[in-house]
């Protein structure tokens, strides 16, 4: 089973407070966005990428896949929105109509192992959807606007969601057009899944896969 992945590099990362978002970034000689297409076009499984970026970025973008950007898989440049739901959203229009399963990943995430894709995939596959995510490790606690301590949550059951989450086309694309017309704005694509009860299957991913998001991130990629 092949699938297709979209790869979401149109937000403006104001953490990061640099010029240009994370995507573009230098890491090791390397633009960022490079390195994670890298690491999911090691995986046979994938047979198109959708890349999504800011307008005012793709010929930034482009000038970096000729520099560096010589893939086996095709590699289609689309333009994102105003928020990573609305790039989502997008990227899902520019997939072709054959199909069938679709990868969502952040390109600011470039240490993705390629079981992991692999497992998304095939997970996705069998049930529909597919959450790569990691237990959580340190205590959380919930704290209340004054800064104190409300209640130490148990982390048996928690879980760190990551990317890629994997879907079949068509329930992923039903999620999205009913979060538009219903107004329903999440902070991820599984989420829109799980609010209208739609079974979504962990994967267990890798501590490794972070999203690079702050300048401290940054120097543990390098």
């Not at 010589?70 to 689309?78: A, E, G, I, N, S």
């Not at 490790?137 to 890629?164: M, S, Y």
Request: aromatic share 4%; charged share 20%; proline share 5%.
């Amino acid at each position: 089973m092949q699938a297709d992945i979209i790869v979401v590099a149109a937000g403006k990362g104001e953490r990061m407070g640099r010029e240009l978002p994370k995507p573009f970034l230098p890491v090791g000689g390397l633009p960022l966005l490079i390195h994670t297409l890298r690491a999911i076009t090691q995986s046979s499984l994938i047979a198109n990428i959708i890349l999504v970026v800011a307008p005012e970025r793709e010929a930034l973008c482009h000038d970096i896949l000729r520099a560096h950007g010589r893939f086996h898989v095709p590699v289609t440049v689309v333009h994102g929105g105003a928020e990573r739901q609305d790039s989502v959203r997008l990227g899902l229009a520019a997939l072709d109509t054959t199909s069938e399963i679709v990868a969502i990943h952040d390109a600011a995430r470039p240490f993705l192992d390629r079981e992991i894709l692999e497992r998304s995939i095939e997970t996705a596959a069998l049930h529909g959807a597919a959450l790569v995510a990691v237990p959580a490790r340190d205590t959380i606690k919930r704290v209340g606007e004054d800064g104190t301590v409300v209640e130490t949550i148990p982390r048996q059951q928690l879980w760190l969601a990551q990317t890629p989450q994997t879907f079949r086309v068509a329930l992923i694309r039903e999620a999205h057009a009913r979060a538009l017309a219903g107004g329903v704005v999440v902070t991820d694509d599984a989420a829109l899944l799980e609010h209208w009860g739609q079974v979504v299957k962990i994967v267990p991913g890798s501590y490794r896969n972070f999203k690079i998001t702050t300048p401290e991130d940054l120097l543990v990629a390098e």
